[in-house]
């Protein structure tokens, strides 16, 4: 049974001795032991011992450098109760198979879907499924150069030195290729045009060209599991369109909100009661207010109130982690739809005077309609809202 973190792979690579001496200490038991003063560990800390029972149980066939078959993968991501693996990522199961195939392949895989409907985490699991790493990633932006990508230099040695295997300090995508891993590219369309470009050959020809270095050291070539999971946010995406070679060589998948009330009410009642618990709050969230969070997240997203901003179950799972922040640090107890009110204007106004009277109309009109208690107390508290 191969171990994560030195998949089954083919020939050795010439970058080998170039990407030792950078590799992160994952598979480090200090890594784990530091886990506890980390806000958010990666996705291979935070289940270490899920993804160890899959690889011990896994005998199903995978592909080639790959830590995981496809289905010990996606129960890995979508769940398994059979198994005790949790549902980490709320979805279509069909998604994360077409996504696992496409990586198998040697096409990328892009991630495309409103703000806060869990791409990133999504590319997370997966990528720490895949290879047993999630943090091999770029982080896409305005600034993002292709020294980021691929490799810059160490210049104090390079001016000592010269160019040479101990002076190059590889990128993401260089150890990627060279390691047989999963990179990550998060928000590729905010990066220049010229940035994306950088990847098309790379991800034809499997090969990044070194030319300040010679011989066998000059080219790298990708090992078996190597692939790339983008995301792209499609409101950004007007920031930067992306190329239309580089599209050429993804295949998209589209991740779209949760249809479900209930469901979303699950997701957001276990994410916040796992932050509230992380922050040393020792109630849980109440399920009622959650209840009356989600729904008017949910009219506040597409009912008649509609707001230009946000309003994604990431932001939702944020506000009720505050509402419990609220009630405990400032009461000591649960927090309540009041605590809901003066959370809201922050995360669902912002700078936007048009969405700061849409939410008062919604608190004043569309609230005092729905029946319970958690709804009246909405209402009352309406003047709570700041602004
Ligand atoms: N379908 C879902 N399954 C699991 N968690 C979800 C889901 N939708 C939203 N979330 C919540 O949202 C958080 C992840 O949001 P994430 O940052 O991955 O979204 P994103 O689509 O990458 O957003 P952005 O476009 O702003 O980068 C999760 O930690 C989880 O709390
Ligand atoms: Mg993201």
Redesign the pocket.
Known sequence: MPDTTEPDTTEPTTAESRTRRSEPAKSDPALSSAESGVQRPPAEVRHADELARLRETDDAPRPPGWALSLRAARAFVVGDPSRGISA????NPSLVDRALVTLATTRGLM?V??????????S?LIAAAVCGESTLTVQGGAATTEDQVKYSWNYALLVAEGPSPRSLVPAPMLRGMAEGKVVRF??ITRCPLEVQDCLLSLLSERVVAIPELTGPDAMVFAREGFSVIA?A?T?DRGVNEMSAALKRRFNFET?F??ADLDTELD?VER?AGRLLERSGVRVAPRRDVLEVLVRAFRDLRDGTERLSS?M???EA?SVAHAVGLRGWFLRGEAGTAADVVECLAGTAAKDNADDLARLRRYLEQQAPRQSGEQWAQLHRARHLLSG
Do not use: D, Y
């Open positions: 980490k990522f709320v979805g991630l879907g409103e703000p806060g409907t869990a791409k990133s985490l999504l997370e998060e928000e995301t946010n409101r991740v909100p949760i997701l994410e946000v994604s179950t990431a799972v």
